[in-house]
């Protein structure tokens, strides 16, 4: 899921418009200006949310010549957290996650398609639990400039959707269960 | 029926703090293997858990009660045991108050490690000791492996019980089930 945000971001900061030229940037976890979100539907009644805590990642945008952007972005699928020690727990084994085998989450671009007014389609592949598969992140610039500190930033927001068989998480939540809901939002701070 | 133990033999108290919390013991083991692979949709999904803990939580009171009461009361004579089976029994039986008290601490970590408290059949609920983020794992490894050495720890207990009954032809394991005689 994170992956996908990642991916999100990327194509984000390609449809931006305004910002500096090409530029890299590194995503701002340091001060959790960013965070890759998942909800997921339990039992059909009510929406289930949580996030991962510990994810990395970079990303270079022009504003320019948004279709050149990339973005990779790294999740320690360790630091699943969804407000439940057993819940977590239960995410973290083999069930789910399966965190000791399959430690990290990453997400690579492949290609960041505008689809102008700071939108964008971010293809890329998502690899959680050792399978990889391509994802297409919806993803929209928010801002972009000069901070208050002497830096410069930009941000993006992305949501991308993933089905749990396909990456082998077969544990039976129910028919309405099966697809999990990525929101990702990216804060990268110019290198 | 005697209450207290004499060097001639246990009384009820004793051994109804041994034969209980033995069927507990092990109830809570079966619980607890059975309940991990329950499907999300198993009408136990939930229930499981909740006695499993609930009974964890009652299990450790009576071993401080037993404890309390061992400490209060003489010992049974172990005169008629040979020096092995005097040192070895007492690692065994000191063993099972360290192992079981870690065992049900372990399992306590595992839910309390958000900040949640544990509910004991809404008669109580014991509270987190503390939101330690994290600490499910490290706890959850922890209650697994103990969990199965008490239960060797048990099974090598009651095969020396019965060794005593049908070898020895002594009256180990038949003084755990009668109470001494009154005299």
Redesign the interface.
């Known amino acids: 899921m994170t992956l996908r945000l990642t991916s999100l971001a990327l194509m984000a900061a390609l449809v931006l418009p305004g910002a500096a030229s090409a530029a890299d940037y590194a995503i701002d976890t340091k001060g959790a200006h960013a965070s890759i979100n998942f909800r997921i539907q339990h039992l059909g009644f009510s929406w289930l949310a949580g996030r991962f805590d510990q994810f990395s990642g970079t990303f270079s945008y022009d504003d320019k010549a948004p279709d050149a952007s990339k973005v990779n972005v790294e999740i320690d699928t360790n630091s699943v957290n969804s407000n439940h020690a057993e819940r977590d727990k239960h995410l973290r084994g083999a069930d789910f996650l399966d965190v000791t085998k399959f430690p990290k989450a990453t997400f690579v671009s492949k290609s960041v398609t505008p689809a102008g007014d700071g939108k964008a389609t971010i293809t890329g592949d998502l690899t959680l639990r050792g399978v990889t598969k391509e994802v297409k992140i919806d993803a929209a610039y928010v801002g972009g400039g000069a901070d208050p500190w002497g830096g410069t930033r930009v941000g993006f927001t992305g949501t991308t959707k993933i089905t749990l068989a396909d990456y082998g998480i077969n544990f039976n939540l129910g028919p309405a269960s099966k697809e999990v809901e990525l929101a990702l939002e990216v804060e990268g701070v110019k290198q | 029926m005697l209450i207290r133990n004499t060097t001639a033999g246990y009384g009820v108290v004793s051994r109804l703090f041994h034969w209980l919390m033995a069927l507990a013991i092990f109830g809570t083991f079966g619980l607890g293997l059975w309940m991990v692979d329950l499907?999300?949709?198993s009408p136990y999904y939930h229930s499981a858990?909740y006695v499993h803990k609930a009974i964890g939580i009652l299990l450790l009171i009576a071993l401080a009660a037993r404890f309390v009461w061992r400490v209060a009361n003489v010992k049974p004579s172990d005169a008629h045991f040979t020096p092995f089976e005097r040192v070895s029994s007492h690692i065994a039986h000191a063993g099972f108050y360290v192992l079981i008290f870690a065992l049900i601490v372990s399992g306590y970590l595992?839910?309390?490690?958000?900040g949640?408290a544990v509910d004991v059949f809404g008669w109580f609920s014991v509270p987190s000791p503390g939101e330690n983020k994290g600490?499910?794992?490290p706890a959850?490894v922890v209650h697994t492996y103990l969990a199965y050495v008490v239960i060797a720890f048990a099974v090598v207990h009651a095969v020396a019980a019965l060794k005593h009954h049908f070898v020895d032809r002594d009256s180990t394991l038949t003084r755990m089930w009668s109470g001494p005689p009154k005299t």
């Open positions: 499907d999300y949709y858990p595992i839910s309390t490690a958000d949640r600490l499910e794992d959850g």
